[in-house]
């Protein structure tokens, strides 16, 4: 008879090669679907932009400056019949953003609220904190969310209120601690995280933030890079003067930002509370070294997304398809239409330089990489 012990290896052996199996089967079904043109796979993830209002004017965002047409966004009702079809197609992850989510803080919790009642569904929720008082703070944690990601640009005021507006900190801090306490309340599994847009005027303080994230007493971080163009309005040739904006790291300062970021790949090894890959990290400075050269792998959001805009419309990255959820009976038919199909021809011929948070690229050694990392192997 085999001990304990022994059943113990055999039991880790056997999960670890279905792990592995599962892992190559969907390496497998991505390289298919791009190579094919054809969605093998569903998306893993929907994301739903709430609406384009926002009461701030962040320094490196363009969405305040659009015209929100508040008339024509999806009602409660027809986002909880998108969020039905999503379940029942079996994708069990959404995520809600804007401009800023909490303009609609009733339709907001309560969509979380019916969302949460389906078994295992995660719902994440980014915010910049403008809304967030005592009494929306707890409606949210006893809303049955996954995961709430506030928004801090600079470990001191004068950094975040520059790229983010006066008050805006203090504001942030402030909900970040009434969140920790009624999450220790009602003992809920939460997930609270920062999310930090890394650009010229912050580059230097991310190891501060990281620290003061740690000391407030978050679960994570995430950096993200920022982008020429958070519209995807911008052709190639008006990508390029971002370049020489203020918001752009310089190459002056690349040494600097190299030695931030292996600093950052040590802590997160070290703690387990940045989100981002090892390799995400390490490309850092690479994006803004090579600027529009800039390109990693092959590009799968066009697979791993569905992106809802306010209206209903699916816009990926400003490519199309320009189809609205309204004219389908089903998001699988949506999903395999021929307007898609032409939108991942696109996006397989995009030159933009991108390093957005939606970074899943088809590149065999850097996605075994990802899984080794979960795993605490690397």
Not at 15 to 29: I, M, P, Q, T, V
Not at 94 to 101: H, K, V
Not at 352 to 357: E, G, I, Q
């Amino acid at each position: 008879m085999l001990s304990k012990n022994k059943i113990e290896i055999v039991r880790c052996m056997k999960s670890l090669y279905k792990n592995f199996f599962n892992f190559l089967k969907d390496y497998a079904c991505n390289w298919l679907s791009y190579h094919l043109n054809y969605p093998f796979i569903k998306p893993w993830r929907v994301n739903f932009d709430i609406t384009q209002r926002c009461p701030l004017k962040c320094i490196m965002c363009g969405v305040w400056k659009k015209k929100p047409l508040v008339k024509n966004e999806l009602t409660l009702e027809e986002l909880k019949k998108i969020v039905d079809e999503i379940y029942g197609w079996g994708i069990d992850h959404i995520s809600l953003a804007g401009g800023e989510t909490l303009v609609r803080a009733n339709d907001v919790i309560e969509l979380i609220k019916y969302a949460s009642k389906k078994p295992h569904m995660r719902i994440d929720l980014i915010t910049n904190a403008y809304y967030l008082n005592k009494k929306l703070c707890e409606k949210l944690i006893k809303s049955g969310i996954s995961k709430i990601s506030l928004s801090l640009d600079g470990a001191t005021p004068k950094t975040h209120d520059f790229i983010r507006g006066k008050g805006n900190f203090k504001q942030v801090l402030n909900a970040a601690k009434i969140l920790l306490k009624l999450k220790k309340r009602y003992q809920s599994d939460v997930e609270l995280e920062f999310t930090t847009v890394v650009m010229s005027y912050n580059f230097r303080e991310l190891i501060d933030i990281f620290n003061l994230m740690q000391k407030i007493g978050f679960d994570y971080i995430n950096y993200q890079a920022v982008v020429p163009d958070n519209t995807f309005s911008l052709n190639l040739d008006e990508i390029k003067k971002f370049y020489e904006t203020p918001l752009w790291i310089k190459e002056e300062d690349l040494p600097l930002l190299e030695k931030i970021v292996k600093k950052l790949v040590l802590l997160k090894k070290k703690t387990g509370k940045i989100r981002n890959t090892r390799r995400y990290l390490l490309n850092l400075p690479k994006y803004f070294k090579f600027k529009e050269k800039f390109k990693v792998g092959k590009c799968m959001v066009g697979y791993s997304y569905l992106n809802i805009d306010p209206y209903g419309n699916i816009n990926v990255c400003g490519l199309g398809p320009n189809l609205n959820v309204k004219n389908f009976s089903n998001l699988t038919e949506l999903w395999k239409h021929k307007k898609y199909k032409l939108t991942r021809i696109k996006i397989k011929n995009c030159k933009r330089p991108c390093l957005m948070l939606c970074y899943e690229k088809l590149n065999f050694k850097e996605l075994l990489e990802a899984w080794l990392e979960v795993r605490g192997w690397i």
